[in-house]
């Protein structure tokens, strides 16, 4: 039974670790996005 629990745990926290790598890497995505944009804008 415990040993089955913590399989669990496990899985939880490395799709919760998955789903914030995901969100970090999005953000970064968005973020490195936005400043190429306004670099363009600036350069022209």
Partial sequence: MSDNKG???ATVSVYLNTGIVAGLFG???VVAALVFGVLTLVIR
């Fill in 7 to 9: 399989k669990e745990l």
């Fill in 27 to 29: 953000i970064g995505f």
